[in-house]
C-alpha cells in the first residue's frame, strides 16, 4: 500500500512542482509590484561642489490613494530636497493603482572626504513603509582661493617706498594641494617678493598666511595701479588683483612748488627788465 502511495505521489510531482513554480512567480511579481519605489540610477558620482540628483518613481498599489512621508538619512552637513512636478515637497500624495515620479536634489557638506556613501530613503503611509537606497559616490576636486585675511583688495603707497601685503592662500577643494608657487604681475620697474615664495602643502579647508612685499620705484606718477597676485601649482591656479593707489612724497611735492615758484619768479623778472622796451 505505501509503495503504490509513492508511486502514484511521483507520478503527480511533476505537476505539484509546475504549480508551485508558478505561485511562487506571481507572488514575486505582486510582492515586486507593492514594493514601488524606484530609481533610474541608484548611484551617482559628482564633486562635492556638484549636486547629486537622483530621479526616482513612487507606486501606489493598495486600493485607496495615501500620502507617502518623504525622508532621507543623511551624512552630517548634507542637505536634500524632494521635488514632484516641479514643486518642493516633504510628502506627496499617490492615487490608487497610480505612480508619482519624485526627484531628489542633495548637496554634500562643502569639506566631505571623497568615497561612497549610502543613503537611505523612505516613503512612509500609514501601515506602510517603502526604503530606497542610494549612493553618492564623491569624487575629489581640486579649488584655490586667493585672498587677503581681511578680504581688503587695495591699499596706498608712497612712490619709491615699499608696501608689505598680507595675503590669505586656502584649500577650498577637497584634496590636498602641493607645491603653490606664488608670482606677481605688477606695473613696469615694480618689483614684488612673497615670504614664503612656495608653499609645500596645504590641507582640505585649511589656509596659509604670505607676507608679499611690493617697492615702487621713485617718480612714480601718482595715481592708482593693479598689482594682480597669481597661486597655483600643477592642478589649479587662484588671483588676487590688488590695486594700489600711489601718492608723491612730501620732499617731492615741496620741490615741484619751488620749481613753479622759481619759473614764475624768472617769468615775472624777465617781463619786468624787457617789457618795457
Do not use: C
Not at 98 to 107: G, M, N, V, Y
Not at 238 to 252: C, E, G, I, P
Request: hydrophobic share 40%.
Amino acid at each position: 500500500m505505501l509503495a503504490k502511495t509513492f508511486t502514484q505521489f511521483s507520478k503527480l510531482r511533476p505537476f505539484f512542482l509546475s504549480a508551485f513554480l508558478l505561485f511562487s512567480t506571481a507572488f514575486a511579481q505582486q510582492g515586486s509590484d507593492a514594493t514601488g519605489f524606484t530609481a533610474r540610477l541608484m548611484n551617482i558620482e559628482a564633486t562635492a561642489k556638484e549636486t547629486f540628483r537622483y530621479n526616482t518613481t513612487l507606486k501606489n498599489a493598495g486600493g485607496e490613494a495615501k500620502v507617502y512621508a518623504l525622508k532621507a538619512d543623511l551624512p552630517e552637513g548634507w542637505n536634500v530636497i524632494f521635488r514632484t512636478e516641479g514643486s518642493q515637497v516633504a510628502s506627496v500624495k499617490v492615487d490608487a493603482e497610480k505612480t508619482r515620479d519624485i526627484s531628489l536634489e542633495i548637496t554634500a557638506s562643502p569639506h566631505v572626504t571623497p568615497g561612497n556613501y549610502k543613503i537611505p530613503v523612505t516613503a512612509s503611509a500609514p501601515g506602510e513603509t517603502f526604503t530606497l537606497e542610494l549612493e553618492a559616490s564623491v569624487k575629489g576636486a581640486y579649488s584655490l582661493e586667493l585672498t587677503t585675511p581681511t578680504g581688503r583688495l587695495s591699499d596706498d603707497i608712497t612712490e619709491g617706498k615699499s608696501k608689505l601685503i598680507k595675503l590669505t592662500v586656502k584649500n577650498t577643494g577637497s584634496l590636498p594641494l602641493d607645491g603653490i608657487e606664488l608670482t606677481a604681475q605688477s606695473p613696469s620697474k615694480w618689483t614684488a617678493s612673497f615670504e614664503p615664495a612656495k608653499i609645500d602643502r596645504v590641507e582640505p579647508g585649511e589656509s596659509q598666511e604670505v607676507s608679499a612685499t611690493l617697492q615702487v620705484p621713485d617718480k612714480t606718477i601718482a595715481g592708482d595701479y593693479i598689482t594682480t597676485f597669481t597661486a597655483k601649482n600643477n592642478q589649479v591656479n587662484a588671483t588676487a588683483t590688488f590695486r594700489m593707489t600711489v601718492k608723491t612724497s612730501l620732499l617731492s611735492g615741496w620741490l615741484g612748488i619751488m620749481v613753479i615758484l622759481a619759473a614764475l619768479g624768472i617769468v615775472y623778472y624777465l617781463i619786468r627788465k624787457y617789457g618795457r622796451r
